[in-house]
């Protein structure tokens, strides 16, 4: 099965586009727009709204995802 996460991940990757994931890290939430690099086994890279470098993402650790702001996801 394809999870709503998991095609948000995929949507980002193929498209070269941010999408806004919230995350749960340490018992915290949080929303952060992101660009996918690379989807894995059991988690993905990606490159956080304004950084420069790739960090490692844990499946578990997202939420949900959604479009970024100003992205209305049209499919042109």
């Given at each position: 099965g394809?999870?709503?996460?998991?095609?948000?991940?995929?949507?980002?990757?193929?498209?070269?586009?941010?999408?806004?994931?919230v995350l749960m890290q340490q018992g915290q939430m949080k929303k952060v727009n992101l660009r996918v690099t690379s989807i894995g086994e059991d988690g993905f890279t990606a490159v956080l709204a304004g950084k420069k470098k790739e960090v490692r993402i844990a499946e578990d650790d997202v939420l949900t995802a959604a479009y970024a702001r100003g992205d209305q996801g049209e499919l042109e």
């Open positions: 394809c999870t709503v996460t998991e095609r948000f991940l995929r949507y980002s990757l193929e498209r070269e586009c941010k999408i806004c994931v």
